[in-house]
């Protein structure tokens, strides 16, 4: 029995610019290989700053009217789009878990804590929308929310539908533009979410998404109709973007990694310890920001430590654990344990 339901025949993804699914002109492409096993599922283009122009000309148009939609009929779609969503759980799953290298369980995890988002998008008309205030004779103080215009997200291989659905619901619902520019390591689930997007019935250009790697990063950072930037992924990336978008004058949302340590002391949970511990490195492969990375063991823990090698040693690699993205992660982990072996 397969762990994972891998797609059918070699995905053909394409740019979501206007509406419509187009391969940019003159562009070179690139493979999408299964982290389960090292096959061609998907290929890519790599868009070049024309080809992004293309997509940010198009959501410049389509922000004007939909900053204008009432709220209410914003939410609409999104509500569509939420239970396009639902309905479409186990292929989205799938789709994730074949290009990232999740466990499928992890990867209808990750959609569900985006649907959560979805949620909250949707309760965005029962809160504050602005306010006036007398706060002097003939002198009224009015503030307004105000929607930027066009905007993008840039999110990263370990998360393919959670980190772009913390980003564009909210965006959208807010009468904005987004643009979503996925890892080029996993572009099946947001073409897949793009189609969603567009069955749900937002409107033309409120919704794009453009492949690529740097290139298309830097255009969408030094393109000046795009207004804010958020990024998920390396703290190198992260602060190159922020620096970059800064200059540029645009609003920047960038989170980096992190570097999780774990403190066992002799009195913590001998039931709930060790499990939650190798959990944590486990889970998602350890391609995650809240993956720990040092477990520093206080006192006399030592049962606890046996007990986090038993546990581990038990993991199946597959049902258990999904696998690393690529080859040089692989290399990276390698090279790591056995620097940590000869120094003892």
Known sequence: MSLVRFPESVVSCRNLVGGEWVLPAEVTTQDVRSPYTGEVIGRLPLTTASGVAEAVEAAKVAAHDWGLTPLRERTQCLQAFRELLDTHQRRLANLAASESGKTVAEARAGLLK????????????????????????????????????????????????????????????????FILK??????????????????????????????????????????PDVKALAFVGSSPVARY????GSRH???????????NHLIVVPDADPELTPQAVVDSFTGCAGQRCMAASVMLAVGDVQPLVDDIVRRASRLEVGPGMGALIDRGAVDRLETAIAKAKAEG
Request: glycine share 12%; aromatic share 8%; proline share 7%.
């Open 114 to 177: 985006g649907m959560e988002v979805c949620d909250f998008a949707l309760s965005l008309q029962n809160l504050d929308g602005g306010a006036s205030m007398e706060v002097s004779r003939g002198v009224t103080c009015e503030y307004r929310r105000a929607p930027l215009g066009v905007v993008a997200g840039i999110t990263p291989f370990n998360f393919p539908a959670m980190v772009p659905l913390w980003l564009f619901p909210i965006a959208v619902t807010l009468g904005n533009a």
């Open 182 to 223: 996925p890892s080029e390591k996993v572009p099946l689930t947001a073409c897949a979410l793009g189609e969603l997007m567009v069955a749900a019935g937002f409107p033309p250009g409120v919704f794009s998404l453009v492949h690529g790697g740097k290139a298309a990063v830097d255009a969408l950072v030094e393109h």
């Open 241 to 244: 973007l922020y620096a970059e």
């Open 249 to 259: 004058g645009k609003r920047v949302l960038a989170l980096g990694g992190a570097k």
